[in-house]
């Protein structure tokens, strides 16, 4: 129920109403959506999108942080525990 | 798709999961609180990745789920006029009420039409004047600024034959009620990522000081999922309790604080009954009286309705993390999405649907008819 995913901005257009509404692009559909909570929300952006309302544009820097700290997990573990071939191969030149 | 496929990285989960087998020093009981996360655990068995130390319980995080049997009988009840155009999310049409679903009401001949946003009511109430549209608004704060949005322009436009029937939940009123009860189990929470991404994560601060728990606000992705379980064994083994925010690009501390304007303007707090728990104190919205013209409760008036849940169904302490499907005598037997008997297995994101979808059902009667072979051999 609360499924958000992330869709990119094609298009920022308000309804005949005034509603500040978008075309965004969902990895290939592209759906309406609105952006009335999402003021700063620019073409090229990604936003957030429940049940048809952008929540936050998501933040490419924090993303991209989180993404490399879990990298960086991934290099320390390969450092801290040698792949069991990697110890084999280890044993067998020693 | 961005910021979706680069969270499923089953290397990184490996690593994830070799650190958390490093750390963990003893046993721990975790709550994921939205239904999303409990689908997206169980769809990728990371309940079973975890170590044996650590226990993952599942919260009462699906509003569907947790809407009370009486809710879902006025929805009925409103749908079944012949002067109504009932509208819903697709979620909600195969819960069954006391006589049937909306899906067979439908069947039936009522006109209900299963809706993408609620922003689309506005449509169907502008070409159809002489109809009554009613949205059944359920959801947790995530979903409060879309249906806030539709009455509140409905108003705006003068769409005076649109209202909504409310029954809107809120996330820390029941992880308080949680950790207050007796029997709680829960040491630390990962937070609902996308409710934070509307109400930030201000409101839990107390919490966590107040019952000395770890909430780590988290995705729902596989990698958020192993990475927020992490963020909490390193407080929960350190003795730490804080407010940590695992997912941190569509979570800020503030929330979205437009849409938490437009939501306090359209609805107010009130008592909520949530199904399989009870009522909980400030635990849901309701309209506030300037909207009243479009409350659906107030237009149809429909009479109390008294309703009664299964005896057998354990879907009460389920919710509270205090057992598993597992441990219900009805579960995949009796209990089936197609004939559910409480709260957990009505909607695809409650605990005991998803173990069901998963095919837990039949490892429980794997284990079953070997207890049973066992019994008869010794």
């Known amino acids: 129920m609360c499924l958000a995913i992330p869709g990119k901005i094609v298009e920022i257009n308000d309804d005949e109403h005034g509603v500040r509404m978008a075309r965004a692009n969902f990895g290939g559909i592209v759906k309406q959506v609105c952006l009335e909570y999402t003021p700063e929300a620019r073409a090229g952006n990604y936003v957030l999108v429940h049940v048809g309302f952008a929540l936050g544009v998501v933040d490419e820097a924090e993303a991209a942080q989180t993404y490399q700290a879990l990298k960086n997990m991934d290099q320390l573990g390969e450092l801290a525990y040698p792949q069991p071939e990697a110890a084999a191969a280890a044993v067998t030149t020693s | 798709m961005k910021y979706l496929d680069e969270y499923r990285d089953e290397s990184l989960a490996k690593s994830i999961l070799a650190e958390i087998r490093r750390l963990v020093t003893r046993p721990w009981v975790l709550m994921e609180v939205c239904g999303g996360q409990t689908h997206s655990i169980v769809k990728y068995g990371i309940d079973r990745l975890l170590p044996d130390e650590i226990e993952l319980v599942h919260g009462p995080g699906c509003p569907v789920c947790v809407t009370a049997l009486e809710m879902i009988d006025k929805a009925h009840a409103i749908a079944r006029q012949p002067d109504v155009i009932f509208c819903s999310f697709g979620d909600m049409l195969r819960v069954p009420g006391s006589d049937g679903d909306l899906l067979t009401l439908k069947s039936r001949g009522a006109d209900i039409r299963v809706l993408y946003s609620p922003i689309d009511c506005?449509?169907?109430?502008?070409?159809?004047?002489?109809?009554?549209?009613?949205?059944?608004?359920?959801?947790?704060?995530?979903?409060?600024?879309?249906?806030?949005?539709?009455?509140?322009?409905?108003?705006?436009?003068?769409?005076?034959?649109?209202?909504?029937?409310?029954?809107?939940?809120?996330?820390?009123?029941?992880?308080?009620?949680?950790?207050?009860?007796?029997?709680?189990?829960?040491?630390?929470?990962?937070g609902p990522g996308h409710v934070c991404a509307v109400m930030g994560y201000e409101e839990y601060e107390p919490i966590a000081a107040q019952f000395h728990v770890p909430i780590v606000i988290t995705g729902f992705e596989p990698l958020d999922l192993l990475q927020?379980?992490?963020?909490?064994?390193?407080?929960?083994?350190?003795?730490?309790?804080?407010?940590?925010?695992?997912?941190?690009?569509?979570?800020?501390?503030?929330?979205?604080?437009?849409?938490?304007?437009?939501?306090?303007?359209?609805?107010?707090?009130?008592?909520?009954?949530?199904?399989?728990?009870?009522?909980?104190?400030?635990?849901?919205?309701?309209?506030?009286?300037?909207?009243?013209?479009?409350?659906?409760?107030?237009?149809?008036?429909?009479?109390?309705?008294?309703?009664?849940?299964?005896?057998?169904?354990?879907?009460?302490?389920?919710?509270?993390?205090?057992?598993?499907?597992?441990?219900?005598?009805?579960?995949?037997?009796?209990?089936?999405?197609?004939?559910?008997?409480?709260?957990?297995?009505?909607?695809?994101?409650?605990?005991?649907?998803?173990?069901?979808?998963?095919?837990?059902?039949?490892?429980?009667?794997?284990?079953?008819?070997?207890?049973?072979?066992?019994?008869?051999?010794?």
């Open chain 2, 122 to 190: 506005l449509k169907i109430a502008r070409a159809n004047p002489d109809k009554k549209v009613v949205f059944f608004a359920i959801g947790f704060e995530t979903t409060a600024p879309a249906n806030a949005m539709s009455v509140f322009q409905a108003h705006k436009q003068g769409l005076m034959n649109y209202s909504i029937l409310v029954s809107h939940v809120l996330v820390p009123p029941a992880m308080a009620a949680i950790l207050q009860s007796p029997q709680n189990r829960v040491q630390g929470f990962l």
């Open chain 2, 228 to 378: 927020g379980t992490l963020m909490a064994l390193r407080q929960l083994e350190a003795g730490r309790a804080e407010v940590e925010n695992q997912y941190p690009r569509v979570v800020r501390r503030e929330g979205n604080r437009s849409a938490q304007q437009l939501v306090s303007e359209v609805f107010e707090v009130c008592d909520r009954k949530w199904r399989g728990v009870g009522s909980i104190p400030n635990s849901g919205y309701r309209l506030r009286r300037e909207f009243r013209e479009h409350d659906a409760e107030r237009i149809f008036a429909v009479r109390q309705i008294d309703t009664r849940e299964s005896d057998i169904c354990i879907s009460g302490e389920i919710l509270r993390g205090i057992r598993k499907p597992h441990d219900c005598p009805a579960f995949g037997t009796l209990c089936t999405p197609d004939h559910p008997l409480g709260a957990t297995m009505v909607s695809a994101e409650g605990a005991c649907a998803a173990y069901f979808a998963y095919g837990r059902h039949l490892a429980a009667e794997r284990i079953a008819a070997q207890a049973r072979e066992e019994a008869v051999l010794s």
